[in-house]
């Protein structure tokens, strides 16, 4: 059972970086299907704060201890990867709108219990 997690783990942790990060685009047309007439400028939502270039030294938020979440093994194991790439993490916005909260990107939502659920 532990080596099926294993193996599933990266993709997991794949599906839920993805999750928070994205959001739903709008539909165009398809190949079969020209436009018939110009669709009315949509006003884009500003994207979430997150910070562009990390330097070197640069302190970050850290990130809680999978230990936390151990009777959920699957947000744990996305906690372990998120203690691997916090730079990544910083360099992304979060689209729930955490920034509300006072958080500057996606690397903020694994500093606390946020980022599971």
């Keep these: 059972m532990r080596s099926v997690f294993q193996a599933l783990a990266p993709a997991l942790v794949a599906s839920f970086i993805w999750a928070a990060c994205s959001r739903p685009q709008p539909a165009g047309p398809t ?27 640069q302190p970050l938020p850290q990130v809680l201890p999978a230990d936390v979440f151990r009777d959920t093994p ?28 006072g958080h500057g990107s996606l690397l903020d939502c694994f500093a606390t219990d946020h980022g599971a659920g």
């Design 74 to 101: 699957a947000i744990a194991e996305v906690y372990r990867a998120a203690r691997r790439i916090p730079v990544v993490l910083a360099q992304q916005p979060c689209y729930c709108h955490c920034d509300r909260m």
């Design 31 to 57: 190949a079969a299907e020209p436009p018939s007439a110009p669709s009315p400028k949509v006003e884009s939502a500003p994207v979430p704060p997150f910070h562009r270039n990390i330097n070197p030294g």
